[in-house]
Structures are given as structure tokens and as C-alpha cells.
Nanobody, 116 residues
Framework: QVHLVESGGGLVQPGGSLRLSCGAS????????MAWYRQALGKERELVAL????????YAESVKGRFTSSRDNAKNTSVFLQMNTLKPEDTAVYYC?????????WGQGTQVTVSS
């Protein structure tokens, strides 16, 4: 059974940076989409960033220019989210997601809190 595990969350001051990592505990082949979502308290889960199998990337308008998602090409089940110039409104639980072979895998989430 495959599990995704995120790491790298924490407390950071406004304007600071964090790098989230996500890796799979087992083998996943034919990865189609690697994505990051977030869910703030009392709000719905929203897409933050995605990487397609061909390297295509897309970002939510609210994070464009500040967040960058990348993947480990040597290990196609690892994905990263570099978050710069963080704002209080970025506070949320961040989840990674992998879509492959008709299945969707989710991580357990990692808390990111942006506060002074």
C-alpha cells in the first residue's frame, strides 16, 4: 500500500520561506499529476500548484511568483513546494497529491503557519 508523507511545514514570519517535501513510501508507476493543495481553517481545500507528466506547471493566482513546485526526476514520486514571501493568508494545512493509473493518493498534510 502506498502512502504519501509530507514534511517541511512549521511556523514562519511574514516574508519568510519554507520548503515542503512529499515522498511516496511505495512504488507508483505512470505518474500523471503531482499537486499541492491547501486547506485553511473553515475553508474548502484548494489547489495550489500542479506538475503534469510532461513538466507542465500551473499555480493558483494567489501564489504565482511566490511558490515554485518541482519534482525529483530521478525519483518520480517526490515533489517539492518552495514557498517564498509567505503571507498570513498562506496559513493552512498543505497536502500533496499524486494521480497515477486512475488512482489518487493523498498525504496526511503538514501545517504551515505564517505569523509574527
Amino acid at each position: 500500500q502506498v502512502h504519501l508523507v509530507e514534511s517541511g511545514g512549521g511556523l514562519v514570519q511574514p516574508g519568510g520561506s519554507l520548503r515542503l517535501s512529499c515522498g511516496a513510501s511505495g512504488s507508483i508507476s505512470s505518474v500523471e499529476i503531482m499537486a499541492w493543495y491547501r486547506q485553511a481553517l473553515g475553508k474548502e481545500r484548494e489547489l495550489v500548484a500542479l506538475i503534469g507528466a510532461n513538466g507542465y506547471t500551473d499555480y493558483a493566482e494567489s501564489v504565482k511568483g511566490r511558490f515554485t513546485s518541482s519534482r525529483d526526476n530521478a525519483k518520480n514520486t517526490s515533489v517539492f513546494l518552495q514557498m517564498n514571501t509567505l503571507k498570513p493568508e498562506d496559513t493552512a494545512v498543505y497536502y500533496c497529491q499524486i494521480q497515477a493509473e486512475g488512482r489518487t493518493y493523498w498525504g496526511q498534510g503538514t501545517q504551515v503557519t505564517v505569523s509574527s
